[in-house]
């Protein structure tokens, strides 16, 4: 198979889980296998297509291949997106193209696309897609960062990254050790995910008195880079009665 009908494939099999809108941007940026056509990707389009023709002769089930295409069809929308608001693609070596060494920008969308096809919740594929969005555009975020960002989205449950979206939407805070007894009360399951969070050092740690949970740093950085708040507001309804606010005179420590 030509690069350029891998191309076609990618499109094709990513639609079904990015959706429909998604794809004319993908089949814009990488219609042509040299990835000229993609002028909105700059460099980034080379890498690419580069990686996408190399993953397309992996062995791997239909239903990997529509996780992985789902992931890097979405990412591309965002970008071009992004693009079109007057977004810059980072300018440094990340998608540069050197003779004898791998863009890190190739090592993290290898990363993407080998984590995207083995999530059974299939959101996680696209959520992985836009930590690759986020990576393309921002500088501050290094390669291993963004190895670390795949790895959380990785080990973590769909729900863990909604929680954790919540928390990041929450000021002042509400909760604190004192009063996490309520959230148990209503899904001791969802309680044992925030310690989880907490443990991560993606939520504030326990603590011996009554200290507010917030999101860390390092738990803001996930929710940006992955774009969660979005899909808080589009799958967040099942923790709407779990997370309700605790009763006012609860809310204080």
Not at 169 to 196: C, F, G, M
Request: glycine residues 8%; hydrophobic residues 40%; charged residues 25%.
């Amino acid at each position: 198979m030509d690069s350029g009908k891998k191309i076609q494939l990618i499109v094709k099999r990513g639609v079904e889980l990015a959706g429909a809108a998604a794809g004319p941007a993908i089949s814009l940026a990488l219609g042509d296998p040299s990835g000229a056509s993609g002028a909105f990707l700059a460099q980034a389009g080379v890498v690419i297509t580069q990686e996408l023709t190399d993953f397309v002769d992996r062995q791997q089930s239909d239903r990997e291949l529509v996780r992985a295409a789902g992931a890097i069809t979405l990412a591309v929308h965002r970008i071009q997106q992004r693009r079109e608001q007057g977004e810059e693609i980072r300018d440094d070596d990340f998608f540069r193209v050197r003779s004898g060494t791998v863009p890190g920008g190739r090592v993290i969308l290898d990363g993407v696309l080998t984590k995207a096809k083995h999530q059974y919740e299939e959101q996680k594929a696209l959520i992985l897609g836009e930590v690759f969005t986020s990576t393309a555009f921002d500088s501050t975020i290094s390669a291993a960062d963004a190895s670390w960002l795949i790895s959380c989205v990785d080990r973590l449950t769909y729900r863990h990254l909604l929680i954790l979206a919540h928390f990041a939407s929450i000021d002042p805070p509400i909760w604190h050790d004192n009063n996490l007894k309520y959230i148990a009360a209503r899904s001791p399951v969802v309680v044992t995910q925030i310690r989880e969070l907490r443990s991560a050092s993606l939520l504030s740690h326990q603590s011996t008195y009554a200290a507010d949970v917030v999101i860390t740093e390092a738990g803001k950085k996930l929710v940006e880079a992955g774009n969660l708040r979005h899909y808080l507001r589009e799958d967040g309804a099942e923790l709407e009665q779990p997370l309700a606010p605790p009763p006012i005179d609860w809310q204080s420590r």
